[in-house]
């Protein structure tokens, strides 16, 4: 089992910047991919940002450019650093660990992030 915990939510207004955090802790081996998910009422979660072990990323169309997830192994932690926030960023926002596709295998309880116009 693997425990995600997020961190770093909060309210902001549009234009400034967040940083997430997602601790993991548990059997951490064979993790070959650390995610940040998002989700609003009504709508499908969506994934935001990916990171492997060995570093490679992967960003939504929405966030390029914006989001940077990055990865300290010997932390076990994983971050989300958004700049230039819009409302439409407004969600919560989920970490989450793979070991194989399709899917996520472990989920964090989320954190809220709102932004105001």
């Known amino acids: 089992q693997v425990q995600l915990v997020e961190s770093g939510g909060g309210l902001v207004q549009a234009g400034e910047s967040l940083t997430l955090s997602c601790v993991a802790s548990?059997?951490?081996?064979?993790?070959?991919?650390m995610e940040w998910h998002r989700q609003t009422p009504g709508k499908r979660r969506e994934l935001v940002a990916a990171?492997?072990?060995?570093?490679?990323?992967v960003y939504a169309d929405s966030v390029k450019g914006r989001f940077t997830i990055s990865g300290d192994n010997a932390k076990n932690t994983v971050y989300l650093q958004m700049n230039n926030l819009k409302p439409e960023d407004t969600a919560v926002y989920y970490c989450?660990?793979?070991?194989?596709?399709?899917?996520?295998?472990?989920w964090g309880p989320g954190t809220q992030v709102t932004v105001s116009a």
């Open positions: 989450a660990a793979q070991t194989g596709p399709p899917s996520p295998d472990y």
């Open positions: 548990g059997s951490i081996f064979g993790i070959n991919s």
């Open positions: 990171i492997t072990p060995a570093g490679r990323t």
